[in-house]
C-alpha cells in the first residue's frame, strides 16, 4: 500500500489513522514515498479516506479508468474491515486508552 506521508500537505485524519492500523494489523506492505498523479494513475488499486466517505474506492481519475474500473479486493477488504472497526472498537485494532482516575483532594 502507497500513501503520501502526513507530513506532506495531508490530513492525518481519525479514518486515516484507523486505516493505516488495519494495515499494519494485516501485515500489509505500507510506504509513504513522495509520488505524482501519473504515478498514482498507474496503480492496481486506489482509494481516499474521509470521515464522511470512510473507505472510498477511487475507480477513475478525470475519466480515466485506473486498473478495470472496479474497486479492488484490498480496497474491499479494507472498508469492511474499517466497517468492522467503527462497529465494535473495542474488539479490533484500538484499545481503550485507561481511564483517568481522580485523586480525592
Sequence with gaps: LITRDAQKGILRGITRTVVL????ATNLTLDEPPFTVDEAMQADEAFVTSATKLVMPVVSVDGTKLANGEPGPVVQRLRQAFRNHAA?????????APRSRRRNQ
Excluded: A
Design 88 to 96: 465494535h472498537p473495542r474488539r479490533h485494532l484500538c484499545r481503550q
Design 21 to 24: 492500523d488495519i494495515v499494519k
